[in-house]
């Protein structure tokens, strides 16, 4: 079992910047597959971000491709998600996961979620 528990996430103004924090415990944080997606009411969660376990292979959704980074420190179990040039639509809960495939943007690839974290941009 892995437990994420993900931080950071607040009210920032569109242009603004915001870095989020997943922190994970239990089985080898390192060996996972690490993403961030993101959900807004009434919809499906979206795939973000993802890094693979040794950090040197990252993905990007299109929306946020040269406006957000992913990274992780394995030493600290954490990975982050850092936000620049926030904009309206980038609102929702980010949630952090784990997967034991490789780098991917589908949901059904990931085995552990965390419970998320409220970013809300205002414009």
């Known amino acids: 079992q892995v437990q994420l528990v993900e931080s950071g996430g607040g009210l920032m103004q569109a242009g603004g910047s915001l870095t989020l924090s997943c922190v994970a415990s239990g089985r080898t944080f390192s060996s996972y597959v690490m993403g961030w997606f993101r959900q807004t009411p009434g919809k499906e969660r979206v795939f973000v971000a993802s890094?693979?376990?040794?950090?040197?292979?990252?993905y990007y959704a299109d929306s946020v491709k040269g406006r957000f980074t992913i990274s992780r420190d394995n030493a600290k179990n954490t990975v982050y998600l850092q936000m620049n040039s926030l904009k309206f639509e980038d609102t929702a809960v980010y949630v952090c996961a784990a997967s034991s495939r490789g780098v991917s943007g589908r949901t059904r690839d990931y085995e552990y979620w965390g419970q998320g974290t409220q970013v809300t941009v205002s414009s």
């Open positions: 890094i693979a376990w040794s950090g040197e292979y990252t």
